[in-house]
């Protein structure tokens, strides 16, 4: 069942089922058509995220268990609402609650549970690279097991006898240097994560196995709708699409596709679409000047993110990939920097072999000419995936081409190419600089009538920075060298040693302003790392790392009332683009996601600072207000946004006839390339204002309105509108409008 919109809750320990029970009835208020959780099924203890799933048979009793997820679920059936699961069919944790995991490291290939996970038996034991050197010096046997400080292996049965270092050359697994995992490493991972395991979904038995119980939720009508987690690490996404959707006929499926511009889901997959990257990249970027273009990348030390992107995924092929390098080079007998080579060409995330040969190509041809040298070794690999697109070197090879991808553009490139980063996000091309309203339109007519239903976001778990954060960092595009000027003043007596860490740290102050020294601390440690540049999580520069942690607090302290007075400047306009982009999201083509407490401003960065709590207090205050008539001022309270969003999400779970179709509106006058509208049905329209910090006055800008009988009256503020619009009035209150026509 599609809903007519969902909000996303991460449900923790610390915000558990019984907590998002709770809220179900604000959500209701607020128009909500689904709740949509984090993973609920038993993960690694402690787990704040859930996608380390140990068990997946049952409901996390941490979350609350199996009776409370009945309660969240029949309270959100109660309520009118569906509810949506994310499930996470690539992998699992190798804690030792994975009893499936735990009983292979002890039978080895005999285990029951052997075929559950991708483990290449033929290089011998599995490597475990958990030991901080190859010294077994710490290593004790106790009882049944071998521990290793807070490390537990079990022991192969009758192999108890002699000393720690002789047992342990006796079982199924080997402890070796943690520093060893990324290039001798035997078992699929997620993406450089050693601890979650690739399991092998592609077999019927380990399909049923890890979704038994969710489809049991499906089933009995719990579950209306299921968002599918990283389908790229599979062997055949397109084959565990239809099993699901065999499984689920009823069900609203959706998939963390990340889409590249002008990229389609696969025809062949009956999902619904995609969680919404790709319409993010459009939302946000609508409130871009693209005329900012020349001037914010001449800030950057390399101008040209190709040439970074390149050396981030070549850097990802040597180091945190190395051992998937080597594991594809043997099935084809090559050298792993012909593998590599493809990798770092890819133009999209993966291919689907015999679906997207043309990517394929695309790859195996940018190989040649980036190395002539390995031409003859990428034609071999080239002849043998062809030769047998569903075999196990085609099937390495597209199951890792999107890990390389994501870690060097998404986890490296992000951070270290810096000029603009309201564009470095999840789906986002910084090459790209903003989308025009012609771009606009025509991919959201694209969206209505080919994927009506697929989910569309502005800020998710994975967003590199919250929406709000990213609406102020667009108004900097409209003033590009009063920017550039504010940051090489600025960076005179504060700056970062590190260029592209510099341009971020400032864009990021701004942004989040206000924000404590902690988080931005906290915030800077993980982006120097990510970027690899002066340090990195596994090399670390000590020194340099003291700098960036020094860097906060000195700079809130000297140069806090200069970065407010800046921000004073932009933050009127930041705050009509956040408006701007979530009411084209919320009542666009698609189904909308609120992420949690986003629906008032917020100026949340990267994990784990967007899942910090959210105050459901103040929310039902301000909610109540709005209830009884209240009109917000467009204030840091975020009323205003909360107006908007309780506006949207009522008039789409009420009428949501009204929402579909799409058409273009074309403002008139002066200030037209200011105005961005369009209509659903004939009898509502949509409008937001872009560009509003070098708006000079509406003047004589009018908007045409589609004709029909009944008048035009403004959701948002109750005013009637006269048609054509005279834009001035009709955004003098907001710079937003919700236009329906009719009496009802």
């Known amino acids: 069942m599609t809903p007519t919109s969902t909000y996303r809750l991460q449900v923790n320990p610390a915000f558990d089922l019984h907590a998002a029970e709770s809220v179900v009835d604000y959500l209701a208020r607020l128009g909500v058509g689904a709740v949509y959780t984090s993973p609920l099924l038993t993960a690694a203890p402690g787990s704040t995220h859930g996608y380390d799933v140990v068990d997946a048979t049952e409901t996390s009793p941490e979350l609350g268990g199996e009776a409370a997820r009945v309660a969240l679920m029949s309270a959100a059936r109660r309520a009118g609402m569906g509810v949506v699961v994310d499930i996470v069919p690539n992998h699992m944790a190798t804690a030792p609650q994975n009893r499936w995991w735990w009983d292979v490291l002890r039978d080895g290939p005999a285990s029951a549970y052997a075929s559950y996970f991708d483990i290449d038996w033929s290089r011998g034991p599995i490597l475990l690279p958990v030991l901080g050197s190859d010294s077994l010096d710490d290593l004790k046997v106790e009882g049944d097991r071998l521990v290793y400080f807070e490390h537990e292996f079990p022991l192969a049965p009758g192999t108890g006898g002699g000393t720690a270092a002789e047992v342990h050359e006796r079982q199924h697994y080997r402890l070796v240097s943690w520093r060893r995992g990324n290039a001798e490493l ?45 389908p790229d690490g599979l062997a055949d996404p397109g084959g565990y699409m239809r099993r699901l959707r065999a499984e689920a006929p009823e069900a609203w499926l959706v998939v963390e596709k990340i889409l590249a511009v002008d990229e389609s889901l696969p025809a062949s997959w009956p999902v619904d679409g995609t969680t919404g990257y790709d319409a993010l990249r459009e939302f946000s970027g609508l409130f871009v000047d693209p005329a900012a273009r020349s001037r914010l990348t001449a800030m950057a030390a390399e101008p040209d993110v190709h040439v970074v992107e390149e050396e981030s995924r070549r850097l990802i092929t040597r180091t945190s990939l190395a051992a998937e390098m080597r594991r594809i080079a043997a099935l084809a007998d090559v050298p792993p920097e012909a593998v590599a080579e493809i990798m770092v ?134 003033i590009p060298d009063d920017w550039a000027a504010a940051v090489t003043h600025w960076s005179a007596t504060h700056g970062i040693g590190e260029p592209s860490l510099n ?112 105050d459901y207090d103040l929310r039902r205050e301000l909610l109540a207000r709005l209830e009884d008539g209240w009109l917000p001022d467009v204030d840091d309270t975020g009323a205003a946004k909360l107006h908007v969003v309780r506006q949207v999400l009522r008039l789409r779970r009420d009428r949501p006839e009204l929402f579909t179709g799409y058409r273009p509106l074309v403002a008139q006058g002066p200030a037209a390339d200011h105005v961005v509208a369009f209509n659903r049905r004939p009898e509502l329209v949509v409008v937001a204002t872009r560009l509003p910090l070098s708006l000079r006055g509406w003047d004589d800008t009018v908007l045409p309105l589609p004709g029909g009988p009944g008048a035009w009256r403004d959701l948002l503020t109750g005013a009637p509108v006269d048609a054509p619009a005279r834009v001035g009035d009709l955004l003098a209150r907001y710079p937003v409008a919700l236009l329906l026509r009719g009496d009802r």
């Open 186 to 230: 035997t078992y699929r991972r997620f993406f450089d994560i050693t601890t979650l395991a690739g399991v092998r979904v592609e077999d019927p038995a380990v399909f049923a196995a890890t979704h038994g119980e969710v489809l049991r939720w499906v089933r009995n009508g719990d579950v209306t709708g299921l968002r599918v987690d990283h």
């Open 345 to 478: 060409a890819f133009p999209v995330y993966r291919s689907y072999l015999p679906e997207g040969l043309d990517h394929w190509l695309s790859a195996v041809e940018g190989a040649k000419r980036a190395r002539p040298d390995l031409a003859e070794a990428v034609d071999t690999i080239d002849r043998a995936v062809r030769a047998d697109p569903r075999g196990e070197l085609a099937t390495r090879i597209q199951q890792t081409s999107g890990m390389v991808v994501a870690k060097g553009v998404e986890d490296t490139t992000f951070y270290r190419y810096t000029p603009f980063v309201a564009l470095n996000e999840v789906g986002g091309t910084p090459e790209r600089f903003g989308v025009t309203p012609a771009e606009f339109h025509v991919r959201a007519s694209a969206r209505a009538a080919g994927w009506p239903a697929t989910m569309t976001a502005l800020s998710t778990h994975d967003t590199k920075r919250a929406e709000d954060v990213r609406a102020r960092l667009a108004v900097l595009s409209e």
């Open 503 to 614: 341009l971020l740290a400032w864009q990021t102050v701004v942004g989040a302003w206000p924000i404590s020294p902690e988080r931005l601390r906290d915030y800077l440690d993980k982006a120097a790392k990510e970027a690899k540049v002066r340090t990195s999580w596994v090399d670390h520069d000590e020194k340099f790392e003291a700098e960036v942690n020094a860097w906060p607090a000195r700079v809130i302290t000297e140069l806090g009332d200069e970065i407010g007075a800046f921000v004073e400047r932009i933050s009127g306009a930041g705050r009509a683009n956040s408006l701007g982009q979530k009411i084209v999201q919320l009542a666009g083509p698609g189904v909308p996601d609120v992420y949690q407490g986003t629906e008032l401003f917020d100026l949340s960065l990267v994990d784990p600072d967007n899942r910090r709590p959210v």
